[in-house]
């Protein structure tokens, strides 16, 4: 079963467009949810996460918006680049104990120039 | 320079010849992980280890196991490898206390004919 839902599988953007990935959740005992980015050979690589205290956290590019109702989460890349072409994975956690990551899926981004 | 280092990084075997692959991490962290990732299904956590002698089964244990006998190493075990073992592995360590960052390793690509 899997913890964390993530769509779309695949995504293609213009470069300057706005890339938009979407997570949903049901454990609402979850409190932290970070995103991922993996390159091609590479680990993923932590990207930006967010507590649910707050609704939405930007760094640089980058935002997440949080919606605790809903239990859902997004990434939203601002002007796509195609440095930014990687595979993003959301995942989510409960801080106390093991505080094990759950992943999703994964979206696989390409950004065209 | 802080890593987490896997190996081997690609491996060609055959059903039922036990292999290992090794993971060493030099950060001091206390949490390990091994993931394996498979397309359409994202990470998906094998066993992890709190501590030294001290390890758990994560979602999809069955046909491996660990030992984690020194801090910084945590080696993934197939005793008798089975083509649905065919996948990408990944070990991943971080801090123990509160949501810390997960360092993963480059990956062992791991062929079960």
């Known amino acids: 079963q899997q913890q964390v839902k993530q769509s779309p599988q695949s995504l293609i953007v213009q470069k300057g467009g706005i890339s938009i990935i979407n997570c949903a959740y049901e454990n609402t005992a979850f409190d932290y949810f970070p995103w991922y980015q993996q390159f091609p050979g590479k680990g993923p690589a932590l990207l930006i996460a967010i507590r649910p205290d707050v609704s939405e956290k930007k760094e640089g590019r980058f935002t997440i918006s949080f919606n605790k109702s809903a239990k859902q989460f997004s990434l939203h890349i601002m002007d796509s680049q195609p440095g930014d072409s990687a595979t993003y994975f959301c995942?989510?956690?409960?801080?106390?104990?093991?505080?094990?990551?759950?992943f999703g899926t994964g979206t696989r981004l390409t950004v065209i120039p | 320079e802080a890593q987490v280092t896997q190996n081997p990084r690609y491996l060609i075997t055959v059903t039922g010849k036990k292999l290992t692959v090794t993971c060493s991490q030099n950060m001091n962290h206390e949490y390990m992980s091994w993931y394996r990732q498979d397309p359409g299904l994202g990470l998906r956590q094998i066993y992890y280890s709190m501590n030294v002698e001290v390890t758990d089964k994560g979602d999809v244990p069955e046909g491996y196991k660990v030992s984690r006998k020194e801090k910084r190493n945590f080696p993934l075990i197939l005793e008798s490898p089975s083509p649905n073992q065919t996948s990408l592995y990944f070990c991943?360590?971080?801090?123990?206390?509160?949501?810390?960052?997960?360092?993963f390793g480059e990956g062992s690509r791991l062929t079960v004919l």
């Open positions: 995942a989510a956690s409960i801080r106390t104990g093991a505080n094990n990551l759950f």
């Open positions: 991943a360590s971080r801090e123990k206390r509160g949501a810390g960052e997960l360092f």
